[in-house]
């Protein structure tokens, strides 16, 4: 545990975003995109299912960067595109990671942390509008009529996790973690995750997720129903498989109860906005302690990329 964190912030059991960052596999594995010219998304279409399969492929830290974040809009914006021209009857979106160990760690905490050193409020706001925009383009799952699926073969951290909260289901592997760390130098996750979580878990749930940092296993998250399936780790996308073939023939239906579920309880932009601003208002209120642990956090996830 970093001694500079305090002890009633500590996760249960003595697990830290630090001490996760840094035990992940220090390659990855970047392939090119097979459908849309994205640079840090490998995407493909299955006609057999139906299915359009997107796997992020960063080329430096593991994280929600500005150069990702851009290939995760123009892949919604060309899947619709497609749709709506005839050329792609897609039935189901999913995602996942070929960064071995890892789905997403969240933010881009180097980012962050300049932003605060200068002082740069529009810098963070900035930031914050982009990663909004993919979250509300997420949680409306492109304004396609689809059943998205996350697949989770490596943790899932901050936003990383508010990303896949957005899915109607999520698929993970056993050796899989989320959490939302941020609270551990001194920051709450802005970009959805109390929106999400109070929506699908209540909000004295959401609080105690966000409140603690505490990182939970892919087992914990099944139990309190953020994980839909859960399977053995090397297995989740022949289990993805085994969902459409078992499923699609309703696939209607389920895509009316995920529908329904959003027009009951709906997520307005306006809302994820004043949230990020908000954050980014906060961010820079952080002292240099806070501020040092998240320059270390960022310098972990780069070692993961070299």
Not at 135 to 154: E, F, H, K, M, Y
Not at 231 to 257: F, L, W
């Amino acid at each position: 545990m970093n001694d500079l964190a305090p002890d009633h912030l500590v996760p249960e059991e003595g697990v830290t975003l630090a001490a996760v960052t840094e035990s992940l596999a220090a390659t990855s594995d970047i392939g090119k995109s097979t459908l849309f010219d994205l640079g840090q998304i490998d995407v493909s279409w299955d006609a057999s299912i139906a299915t359009l399969w997107a796997f992020m492929t960063p080329t430096h830290r593991p994280n929600f960067s500005l150069a990702l974040l851009r290939d995760v809009r123009h892949w919604y914006v060309e899947s619709k595109r497609l749709f709506d021209g005839g050329m792609l009857p897609v039935q189901y979106m999913v995602a996942g990671s070929r960064f071995p160990g890892v789905f997403n760690l969240g933010g881009d905490l180097e980012l962050f942390a300049s932003c605060i050193e200068r002082g740069d409020l529009p810098g963070l706001v900035d930031y914050g509008h982009a990663c909004i925009d993919v979250v509300n383009r997420t949680w409306r799952n492109g304004d396609l009529p689809v059943v998205s699926i996350a697949l989770a073969q490596g943790d899932a951290l901050g936003g990383g996790f508010e990303a896949l909260l957005c899915f109607d289901m999520v698929i993970a592997e056993r050796s899989a973690r989320f959490g939302l760390p941020e609270m551990l130098f001194g920051l709450f996750p802005g970009m959805g995750a109390y929106s999400i979580l109070a929506r699908k878990l209540g909000r004295r749930m959401a609080e105690r997720m966000i409140l603690s940092g505490k990182v939970y296993t892919a087992e914990e998250m099944y139990d309190i129903g953020v994980v839909t399936i859960l399977v053995e780790d090397g297995e989740g996308e022949q289990a993805v498989r085994d969902y459409i073939a078992s499923n699609r023939r309703h696939h209607a239906g389920h895509v009316g109860v995920f529908e329904a579920g959003r027009r009951v309880d709906p997520l307005e932009y306006s809302e994820l906005k004043d949230i990020v601003e908000n954050w980014a208002a906060t961010a820079l209120k952080l002292d240099p302690t806070d501020l040092r642990m998240m320059r270390r956090l960022a310098s972990a996830q780069t070692r993961l990329s070299k």
